[in-house]
Each structure stands twice: as structure tokens, then as C-alpha cells.
Nanobody, 115 residues
Framework: QVRLVESGGGLVQPGGSLRLSCAAS????????MSWYRQAPGKERELVAR????????DYADSVKGRFTISRDNAKNTIYLQMNSLKDEDTGVYYC????????WGQGTQVTVSS
């Protein structure tokens, strides 16, 4: 079955950087686009970034453009989210997402941006 496991979250000061990873298994990874979502306290889950199956196309939420970079390594069945110039409002739980016969979510990784 599909398994998505996020890692790399933590506590970081404003202006700092983090790199999230999502290790995937249970499906043909290179056949599917993948996404990162996040959910801040008291808010709805929102799309952060998306990458096509071979990584040639990416899309970002306006709030993270120029600061975050999504990438993937199909040999490792892993996607990444490089987050730079982090702001307080980037705080939340970050989830890996796959649309394959319905929605598939990882367990999430907590990112806290605070001084």
C-alpha cells in the first residue's frame, strides 16, 4: 500500500532554513506528481508546492514563491522541500500528498518558526 513518510521538521528562527523530505513507497513513484501541503493552527490545509512526475514542472503558493523549492529524486523515491527565509507564518504541520485512487497523506512533520 502507499506509504508517505515526512521528516526534517523542527524549530527554526525567522530567516532560517529547513529541508523537508518525504520518502514514498507502495507505488510507481516516477509516474505521479507529488505535492507538499501545510496546515497552520486554526487554519485549513493549503497547497504549498507541487512537482510533476519527472520534475520538469513546479507550482508554488504565492506566499512561498522565491523562498521555497520543491524537488524530487526518482531514484530514491523521495521529494524534498527546501525552505529558506522562513517567516513566523510558515509555522504549521507539513504534509506530503499523492493523488492516486484518492487522496494519500503522510503523517506530517511539524515546522515551527519562532524567535
Amino acid at each position: 500500500q502507499v506509504r508517505l513518510v515526512e521528516s526534517g521538521g523542527g524549530l527554526v528562527q525567522p530567516g532560517g532554513s529547513l529541508r523537508l523530505s518525504c520518502a514514498a513507497s507502495g507505488f510507481t513513484f516516477s509516474s505521479y506528481a507529488m505535492s507538499w501541503y501545510r496546515q497552520a493552527p486554526g487554519k485549513e490545509r493549503e497547497l504549498v508546492a507541487r512537482i510533476t512526475n519527472y520534475g520538469k514542472g513546479t507550482d508554488y503558493a504565492d506566499s512561498v514563491k522565491g523562498r521555497f523549492t520543491i524537488s524530487r529524486d526518482n531514484a530514491k523515491n523521495t521529494i524534498y522541500l527546501q525552505m529558506n527565509s522562513l517567516k513566523d507564518e510558515d509555522t504549521g504541520v507539513y504534509y506530503c500528498y499523492l493523488s492516486r485512487y484518492g487522496a494519500n497523506w503522510g503523517q506530517g512533520t511539524q515546522v515551527t518558526v519562532s524567535s
